[in-house]
């Protein structure tokens, strides 16, 4: 199994500033990488895929970049609504879909 | 839009049948550029991938689940669902359908889910 680690684990950001998050795979997985956020008490919603394609909707101040084992997501100009958690999840290798445990955002 | 909405017994005995249904609503499950899935997430394990499955009827499982998954569909009431047997503790959880995103004939990810029903398996 692919296994998906995450850093940090929380990331105090002040608003207006930006958030950087890594994602490390255990083996290559090209850029065959999805970002999503999750507030508390709702499902997650996908925000990239292909490491860097933004989903339907996601604003542009969500960037993904990374190929291989390490990959980052950055926020540009953190709003309100982007404190939440975010996690990682790769669908190169079988079993498909192994998700990282979350680093979650939170108000310096 | 698309909406996945989750239904079932929230609580369940050690060594049952969990069953969950997904009924889906402003878009239909007949189409093939779509698979439907079921994800759960607990504290201890995180987000895990369960299972997926296609109209045409092709189904995937997660190989942790050691066979005790079936995903199957009604395609009359656009639901699908979800079998879990033999059920422990380490079931409980929030389940959660989603739709699945194919991109260039791969299968990406998932959006959107449902709002999850939290499956709590104790005696």
């Known amino acids: 199994e692919t296994v998906m680690t995450q850093s940090p684990a929380t990331l105090s950001v002040s608003p207006g500033q930006r958030a950087t998050l890594s994602c490390r795979a255990s083996?290559?997985?090209?850029?065959?990488l999805a970002w999503y956020q999750q507030k508390p008490g709702q499902a997650p919603r996908l925000l990239l895929y292909?490491?860097?394609t933004r989903a339907t909707g996601i604003p542009a101040r969500f960037s993904g970049r990374g190929s291989g084992t390490e990959f980052t997501l950055t926020i540009s100009g953190l709003q309100s609504e982007d404190f939440a958690v975010y996690f990682c999840?790769?669908?190169?290798?079988?079993?498909?879909?192994?998700f990282g445990p979350g680093t979650t955002v939170d108000i310096k | 839009q698309v909406q996945l909405q989750e239904s079932g017994p929230g609580l369940v005995k050690p060594s049952q049948t969990l069953s969950l249904t997904c009924t889906i609503s402003?878009?239909?499950?007949?189409?093939?550029?779509?698979?439907w899935s079921w994800i759960r997430q607990s504290p201890g394990k995180g987000l895990e991938w369960i299972g997926y499955?296609?109209?045409?009827?092709?189904?995937y499982y997660n190989p942790s689940l050691k066979g005790r998954v079936t995903l199957s569909a009604d395609t009359s009431e656009n639901q699908f669902s979800l079998s879990l047997t033999s059920v422990t503790a380490a079931d409980t959880a929030v389940y959660y359908c989603?739709?699945?995103?194919?991109?260039?004939?791969?299968?990406?990810?998932?959006?959107?889910w449902g709002p999850g029903i939290l499956v709590t398996v104790s005696s």
């Open positions: 989603a739709r699945g995103l194919v991109v260039a004939g791969m299968e990406v990810g998932f959006d959107p």
């Open positions: 402003g878009g239909s499950f007949t189409v093939d550029d779509y698979f």
């Open positions: 499955m296609y109209y045409s009827g092709s189904t």
């Open positions: 083996r290559n997985i090209n850029t065959n």
């Open positions: 292909g490491a860097s």
């Open positions: 999840q790769q669908y190169n290798n079988w079993p498909l879909f192994t």
